[in-house]
């Protein structure tokens, strides 16, 4: 691509690292930009920025936080010893739009994945653990999609459980779409929260 103006090639090699982003959408983007006003442009940079530099992880759950402690793990009418364990933000908002899970969260920040070099100490499995041989959880579920990813990590968390005495479950699979809690409807991803099964089942088939 050829540009007249190096602002504006800097402006589209930016935009174009996001993923998705290919250099015409960039170019589309950032030409919308300069014909919307100037300040909403800042304001844009000004909420990037101002996320990038206040942005915090819970140091209960590791859920994105604006707070030391999230409002989930600092709502006292929430149980904290059912831990649901997720993959990351996403899989939180989506069980909590479905209005019938009451526990806490353990975000874990990513899936076991060889291929990408993404091993359990990369992700806050180790705090999990720690929190369960605290004796301060009473069930575990595991709610990370069934991928193979998905189904490595729950079965290393569950190795490490071992010996704990600790209840563990799964979420009912029948999940539709991809198997993606993202994508699950309400309805659904409710009821397989409800209808939870023990984990030793669901690895048999
Ligand atoms: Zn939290």
Redesign the pocket.
Known sequence: MDFSSKLLEQAVDEMSQLPGIGKRTALRLILHMLKQPESQTKQLADALTKLRTEIKL??????I?DTD??????NPSRNSEIVCVVEDIRDVMAIENTDQYRG??H?LGGKISPMDGIGPSQLSIKPLIEKVQAGKVEEIIFALSSTLEGDTTNFYIYRQLEGTGIKTSTIARGISVGDELEYADEVTLGRSITNRVPFENSTKN
């Open positions: 819970c140091k209960n759950c590791y859920n936080s402690l999230c409002a989930i793990c600092a806490h969260y975000v």
